[in-house]
């Protein structure tokens, strides 16, 4: 089978993506249900990681590098997270990811991230480890040293180990405040789903409208 099923229902294609099998619903869905570090920590989620470096990326530039920052790990929703010490045997999937993030970011209305913006956002991504390291990997030897240990962690990150609902609306909602409330290019296509009784869910992004607005 070439393709994967979706939290939605969506097929999609991971080795050769479209937009219109993108949804933002999918993605804050497969983010607050994995782990970093490979499970091997306190649970501690993408989602939450993601948040975390779009919140310090606000505070230190603007809302178009926190939403970059937002969505750079968005691929592994639909691809595994191949851990650094392996990813080098598999040389065709950082192709593959890119490719996926490109067609997320087209699917979503996000601008192509600059070389600049990437390094930005890369560098504060591997500082970012020594704040979770701390935080949700309590049996962590100090005598092993990371790769990152010769930088600075990320002023002013707090870390709260989010259950999956916390971070799928923490995601979601960071989105939303990030792109003013109305995804750039975002058709509507409401879903015919009933949501609090009153509202309805738009399967692009997440958004909720009264069902009197529509």
């Known amino acids: 089978m070439s393709w994967i099923s ?8 991971p080795l050769d ?3 219109d099998q993108i949804c933002l619903v999918d993605i804050a869905h497969g983010l607050s249900n994995k782990c970093r570090y ?18 310090w990326c606000l505070k230190h530039g603007d809302k178009r590098l926190a939403l970059y920052a937002l969505l750079h790990d968005a691929a592994e929703a639909y691809l595994p997270d191949v851990t650094a010490p392996i ?9 593959c990811e890119d490719k996926m993030l490109a067609v997320i970011f087209e699917a979503l209305g996000v601008p192509t991230i600059g070389k600049f913006n990437a390094s930005i956002i890369k ?6 480890c020594l704040n979770e390291r701390d935080a949700v990997l309590p049996n962590h030897r100090p005598e092993i040293r990371w790769p990152v240990d010769d930088l600075d962690p990320l002023d002013g990150v707090e870390i709260f180990c989010w259950p999956p609902d916390e971070a799928y609306d ?3 909602e960071c989105f939303k405040e990030l792109t003013e409330d ?33």
């Open 6 to 13: 979706t939290w939605t229902g969506r097929q999609v294609y």
């Open 17 to 19: 993506p479209k937009p």
């Open 38 to 55: 490979n499970g091997q920590s306190r649970f501690y989620t993408v989602a939450e990681h993601c948040v975390h470096l779009a919140d």
């Open 87 to 95: 990813k080098p045997l598999f040389k065709k999937f950082e192709g």
């Open 123 to 128: 560098s504060a991504d591997k500082r970012i």
């Open 170 to 172: 923490n995601f979601m």
């Open 182 to 214: 109305e995804p750039k290019g975002c058709k509507h296509p409401w879903h015919e789903q009933e949501v609090d009784g009153d509202k309805l869910l738009c399967r692009s992004c997440g958004m909720r409208r009264d069902i009197e607005e529509i």
